[in-house]
């Protein structure tokens, strides 16, 4: 466990979560298994940049941060993820929702909790 390290000076836990239970968001990033998602390889990509789901539960990792279970709608995969990590579509302004176009994230629209 001594390899452990907070990449922040910030603690996330002094305010409220970013994200709600139901709220839906997208990924920013690629998610690879790091070992500790049951019945995938090493490696394995669990989550695509882009890719939809909800959040399902919030936790705390390290004292320090929220850790927002996820539950991705294309893959059904549940993974643990930073704020950083995954943006809202619940909490978009009008504007930026409208220019998305064709993107993942608008064929999704009609997805509500």
Known sequence: MGDISRDSDVIELEGPPQFDFGERVVSRYKVRNDGTYPGKDVGEVLVNKGDVGYVTSVGTFLQQFYIYAVEFVSTGHKVGMRAREI???????????????????????????
């Not at 619940?90 to 509500?112: C, M, S, Y």
């Open 87 to 113: 943006v809202s579509l619940d909490k978009l302004p009008p504007h930026v929702a409208e220019a998305l176009g064709g993107d993942k994230v608008a064929q999704h629209a009609h997805i509500k909790e």
